[in-house]
């Protein structure tokens, strides 16, 4: 782990932040919100516990890694550092002050989000997704509580504690990796080497947990939705629900089966402009097909 930590010289991490109030938890520990003393500016602060599992301490790694590699992307939490403190490693990164879209359905009067934001929160984690898929890398866990939105609206898709490197050895892409609601067919069933395509997927869910406040089959256990999945017709916004062309698109998301990659154009913000109007998936991120 040492190789990936970045130490300002010899100054403890307490001497640099200063750790405020728990804002979440997650596998391995906890995010707080936290001050960096000297410029007093607001961070998010990861906290790990590296006393545990040597496959666990490999994905703290591997998340570590990406966070650095993923600096300057657009769309994505900004990462500012990582420091040893004893057994545990603070990851410091940009806090995002409202929350994650699922902390703002919750907030909602009905549990869901109004189409019109969700337009807006659609479009900039197609930004996102598109760098990451130029990498390429696979998000694997996306979902409403992966993606936080800043106190000026700034979109941010975050925890990539299970994402893979496509330049990786496919057996870290054949696992089962993910939150089941969410998975695409070809994680559930562990279809070797899945792709970036299921992301498309699990983007469509997302779309469909913001419209109807929560994704599909959220009344069944786990396992029972992941034998389900590969099995059953994909999901679709009812009729009445949505409008016409943000159910095309979440159509366009759930295809049974990936088809080829469509060619990224020039600009990764080209994602940006997703044509609600024919429904159809910026041309620079992976389509399914049926």
Not at 41 to 47: F, N
């Amino acid at each position: 782990m040492a190789q990936l930590v970045q130490q300002h010289g010899n100054v403890s991490v307490h001497q640099l932040y200063r750790r405020l109030e728990t804002v979440g938890k997650g596998a391995y520990g906890s995010v707080h919100k936290g001050i960096h003393i000297p410029t007093g500016s607001v961070v998010a602060l990861k906290i790990i516990n590296l006393d545990t599992a040597d496959d666990d301490v490999e994905d703290i790694q591997r998340e570590v890694a990406l966070l650095a590699q993923l600096r300057d992307a657009p769309n994505v939490t900004k990462y500012f550092g990582c420091y040893m403190d004893g057994p545990r490693v603070w990851i410091v990164m940009e806090f995002a002050q409202g929350g994650s879209v699922l902390s703002l359905m919750k907030a909602s009067r009905d549990g869901c989000i109004e189409e019109r934001y969700v337009s807006v929160i659609l479009r900039e984690v197609l930004v996102g997704l598109s760098y990451l898929h130029r990498v390429p890398v696979i998000h694997r866990d996306m979902k409403a509580a992966n993606v936080l939105v800043t106190s000026v609206g700034k979109v941010m898709i975050c925890d990539f504690g299970v994402s893979a490197l496509l330049a990786t050895t496919s057996s870290k892409r054949n696992t089962l990796t993910g939150t089941p609601y969410w998975m695409a067919p070809e994680v559930v069933q562990t279809v070797p080497a899945y792709d970036t395509k299921a992301d498309i997927w699990s983007l469509g869910i997302m779309v469909y947990e913001m419209i109807k406040g929560s994704p599909p089959h959220a009344n069944l256990d786990k396992f029972k939705v992941m034998d389900l999945i590969p099995r059953a017709k994909p999901p679709r916004i009812p009729e009445g629900e949505g409008s016409k062309d943000m159910r095309d698109f979440v159509a366009l998301c759930l295809k049974e089966l990936p088809s080829e990659v469509i060619h990224a154009p020039s600009s990764p913000r080209q994602a940006a402009y997703v044509h609600f109007s024919s429904a159809f998936l910026p041309t620079n991120l992976p389509r399914r097909s049926g």
